[in-house]
T-cell receptor, first 113, second 113 residues
Framework: NAGVTQTPKFQVLKTGQSMTLQCAQD?????MYWYRQDPGMGLRLIYY???????DKGEVPNGYNVSRLNKREFSLRLESAAPSQTSVYFC????????????FGPGTRLTVT | GENVEQHPSTLSVQEGDSAVIKCTYS??????FPWYKQELGKRPQLIID?????GEKKDQRIAVTLNKTAKHFSLHITETQPEDSAVYFC????????????FGTGTRLQVTL
């Protein structure tokens, strides 16, 4: 099992460019999450999907959109990147019927210039 | 929403000493409290968790205690080793289908020889 995978690992964007961060899990988990991690601020929830077909805003959703493509995949889109979106982005997933342990992907380091 | 505060932000201990990290939470409905360890450049990984119906949980050198009345929980690491050096995050949630975690801002633990 690959667990939670994310692509790309690194990305540099110019202000105003758009991109999509991809996340996939092969553990048959129902819930998936996108976090951003900034120095001194811990992990903050951007969006989450409690089950296939549903998505909801987290703590810091402005400037982002998400798609739960199917049970395995949950993507995060930046429509018009801003320097304030420079961060490390983590995807996570959990099967809440069994456990509450969230499994994290390896992260995407995004720089917006 | 939930608010989690974590202290200290940095902690330096000598190898073999104990380390204690403390967190407080605001939502009395929160009932699941995990601790994640993140090594430099890596993803967060769960090291121990506790549910609200338990006051203490141990796993070898690590333990977590929970005081529901005071709304605080702590991570205790005994006989620290250099490989314990990392950033530790506490989190809290109300369990359910979504189980959104709210994280503390992290503690950087340095174990010196």
């Amino acid at each position: 099992n690959a667990g939670v995978t994310q692509t790309p690992k690194f990305q540099v964007l110019k202000t105003g460019q758009s991109m999509t961060l991809q996340c996939a899990q092969d553990m048959n988990h129902n819930s998936m999450y996108w976090y951003r991690q900034d120095p001194g601020m811990g992990l903050r929830l951007i969006y989450y999907s409690a089950s296939e077909g549903t998505t909801d805003k987290g703590e810091v959703p402005n400037g982002y959109n998400v798609s739960r493509l199917n049970k395995r995949e949950f993507s995060l889109r930046l429509e018009s990147a801003a320097p304030s979106q420079t961060s490390v982005y983590f995807c996570a997933s959990v099967q809440t019927a069994i456990s509450y342990e969230q499994y994290f992907g390896p992260g995407t380091r995004l720089t917006v210039t | 929403g939930e608010n989690v505060e974590q202290h200290p932000s940095t902690l330096s201990v000598q190898e073999g000493d104990s380390a204690v990290i403390k967190c407080t939470y605001s939502d009395s409905a929160s009932n699941y409290f995990p601790w994640y360890k993140q090594e430099l450049g890596k993803r967060p990984q769960l090291i121990i968790d506790i549910r609200s119906n338990v006051g203490e949980k141990k796993d070898q050198r690590i333990a977590v205690t929970l005081n529901k009345t005071a709304k605080h929980f702590s991570l205790h690491i005994t006989e620290t080793q250099p490989e314990d050096s990392a950033v530790y995050f506490c989190a809290a949630t109300v369990t359910g289908t979504a189980s959104k975690l709210t994280f503390g801002t992290g503690t950087r633990l340095q174990v010196t020889l």
